[in-house]
């Protein structure tokens, strides 16, 4: 049972342009979710989170948008640079219980000099 | 700031044998988490220690143990290996989960474990 889905497996997009990286949940007792990225040999890096009470976070080229009603957030790196081809992570983690992460099953981006 | 980091890096194991991984937290982290990441998936949550108690636990059977330290670093042990266990091993720690919201877990590089 899949709780957080990650629809594309990869996305390929032009330096320079924007990458918009999609994420669907289906656990209303969600309140907060993560990004991460993930290079080869190694551990997930953070980059950005955000709480149910916001729809908005930004940090720099990156942007993360929650839509509640709707289930669903989205990263935005923009301008996308070749050093951001990774795999990204969506992360999910609920109200009640231990602090544990549910991931979605990744997309790789590749940033396309 | 020392980041997380994991021991061993590769280890190659036979079905049936037992092992033991190894984590240290991020400096000023009392919380340490273990994940399990297969080919091709997210990283899947095994259990999490605070103050040397496991404090919350994932879709795993119970040969998946573990231990926190009071320095908070941490080992997670495998009994009876299958060949399904070969995966990526993650640890990650973060502050305890308070009252004012939730924070944010890092990573170590992770173990690789191979069962043959």
């Known amino acids: 049972d899949q709780q957080v889905k990650q629809n594309s497996p990869s996305l390929s997009v032009q330096e320079g342009r924007i990458s918009i990286l999609n994420c669907d949940y289906t656990?209303?007792?969600?309140?907060?979710f993560l990004w991460y990225k993930k290079y080869p040999a190694e551990g997930p890096t953070f980059l950005i989170s955000?709480?149910?009470?916001?729809d908005k976070n930004e940090d720099g080229r990156f942007t993360v948008f929650l839509n509640k009603s709707a289930k669903h957030l989205s990263l935005h790196i923009v301008p996308s640079q070749p050093g951001d081809s990774a795999v990204y992570f969506c992360?999910?983690?609920?109200?009640?219980?231990?602090?544990?992460?549910?991931f979605g099953t990744g997309t790789r981006l590749t940033v396309i000099p | 700031e020392t980041g997380v980091t994991q021991s061993p890096t590769h280890l190659i194991k036979t079905r049936g044998q037992q092992v033991t991984l190894r984590c240290s937290s991020q400096s000023g982290h009392n919380t340490v988490s273990w994940y399990q990441q297969a080919l091709g998936q997210g990283p899947q949550f095994i259990f999490q220690?605070?103050?040397?108690?496991?404090?919350g636990r994932g879709n795993f059977p119970p040969r998946f143990s573990g231990l926190q330290f009071p320095n908070y670093s941490s080992e997670l042990n495998v009994n009876a290996l299958e060949l399904d266990d070969s995966a990526l091993y993650l640890c990650?720690?973060?502050?305890?989960?308070?009252?004012?919201?939730?924070?944010?877990?890092?990573f170590g590089p992770g173990t690789r474990l191979t069962v043959t």
């Open positions: 990650a720690s973060s502050l305890a989960f308070g009252l004012a919201g939730k924070y944010e877990q890092y």
């Open positions: 220690y605070y103050r040397e108690e496991e404090n």
């Open positions: 656990n209303s007792m969600f309140d907060y």
């Open positions: 992360a999910a983690s609920a109200k009640t219980g231990a602090n544990n992460l549910f």
């Open positions: 955000i709480s149910s009470i916001k």
